[in-house]
């Protein structure tokens, strides 16, 4: 079976072995070792000298961390949402009771930092902006770095998810002033799914020491004290940390520009490859994504049809659209372990279904 969808991804043989190891107690030191390596090399990764912890959490979890860390509720928050997951992480912060303006681009399109400017210009009292660095559902990736200079002219948080791009695609956190990036396990990391990791920024620590959301399991103040002691303020994962501890010295050896540089180039494949079989990109070119390509279905594909027959007769796993984009587009995932011949796979079985995929 070929999986290519946004995640969960293929496992490296390596990590699935760590995973068969046998339990250890975590309050004890050998977890210690492991969480303060996963520790130290997440921080290559992230590119910060800032603190990484990792949650037991899938992405949301995450994403809710970082929500209620920094935030008070009545909070006024500006999101930047171009699809499903922008809107997931509003609907979180107005959960909580941020008061949000949703600034909403259409799906397939970036977000535009101008607009954020002039949100910004418009409301002196936002504390903090929401914005996606890869959105999922759609295939964007939008420009994080000139978001975030627009976010620090006005001096404001900047919380960043990254569920799906980071170690895929360039996000250098402390470079491009992001005060929390969210990512998860079983995206570009090759490990399943289990684990949030998130980075904080001082400027996010002095937010955290006045946000009044309630928090607890989330709390950074806890996992900061424990990660002292060599440990998770509750019982990790502990199978997914072994699995990560593997995959962060593959990914570490392999060197992250190179890693961003495959990515760009099995993108390209993927996206040369779907439009050769005469097929349309769902996003604007300019900004598809490394780590996923959304492709239009027309009027013409039967969506179900075509993943159920990519599925039984070709052994290969792809994504639908999601929410309104369901049965309008396709997706196929291509991050962490994915190479040019596995989407040239993917692009021969659809060449063979996609005639027979068709609607009516
Ligand atoms: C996958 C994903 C999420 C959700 O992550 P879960 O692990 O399913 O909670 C959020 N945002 C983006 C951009 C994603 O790709």
Request: net charge positive; glycine share 18%; with cysteine.
């Given at each position: 079976m070929q999986l290519r969808i946004p995640g969960p991804t293929p496992c490296p043989p390596q990590a699935l072995e760590a995973m068969g190891r046998q339990m250890i107690n975590h309050r004890g030191g050998e977890f210690g070792k492991i969480l303060n390596s996963i520790t130290g090399k997440l921080k290559q990764a992230f590119q910060t000298k800032g603190d990484v912890f990792v949650l037991t959490a899938s992405g949301t979890g995450g994403l809710e961390a970082a929500v209620v860390n920094t935030l008070s509720p009545g909070d006024k928050v500006l999101s930047l949402a171009n699809g499903f997951f922008g809107e997931r992480f509003a609907d979180i912060a107005e959960e909580y009771g941020a008061e949000v303006t949703r600034l909403n681009f259409e799906w397939g399109k970036p977000v535009s930092p101008d607009a954020a400017e002039k949100a910004l210009k418009a409301d002196g009292n936002i504390k903090a902006v929401l914005a996606t660095h890869n959105e999922t559902s759609t295939g964007v990736t939008n420009d994080i770095k000139e978001i975030s200079a627009v976010v620090k002219k006005f001096d404001k948080l900047l919380l960043v998810d990254a569920i799906s791009s980071l170690?895929?695609?360039?996000?250098?956190t402390d470079d491009w002033n992001c005060d929390i990036v969210v990512t998860a396990s079983?995206?570009?990391?090759?490990v399943p799914p289990g684990l949030a990791m998130v980075s904080v920024s001082e400027k996010a620590w002095q937010a955290h020491a006045k946000a009044k959301m309630p928090r607890y399991y989330w709390d950074f103040s806890k996992a900061k004290d424990f990660l002292q002691k060599g440990q998770t303020p509750w019982t990790p994962a502990i199978s997914v940390f072994y699995a990560l501890d593997v995959t962060l010295d593959l990914i570490l050896s392999e060197g992250l520009d190179n890693i961003f540089t495959r990515h760009a180039r099995v993108a390209q494949t993927a996206r040369n490859g779907v439009k050769s079989l005469g097929l349309s990109l769902f996003p604007d070119e300019k900004y598809a994504s490394n780590t996923v390509t959304a492709v239009n279905a027309t009027d013409k594909i039967d969506v179900p049809k075509l993943i159920q027959m990519l599925r039984e007769e070709y052994e290969v796993i792809i994504a639908g659209g999601q929410q309104k984009l369901s049965g309008k587009i396709f997706r196929i995932g291509h991050l962490g372990l994915v190479y040019e011949k596995d989407i040239k796979s993917v692009l021969e079985a659809l060449n063979k279904a996609l005639p027979r995929a068709k609607k009516g």
């Open positions: 170690g895929c695609i360039n996000l250098p079983q995206k570009g990391w090759m």
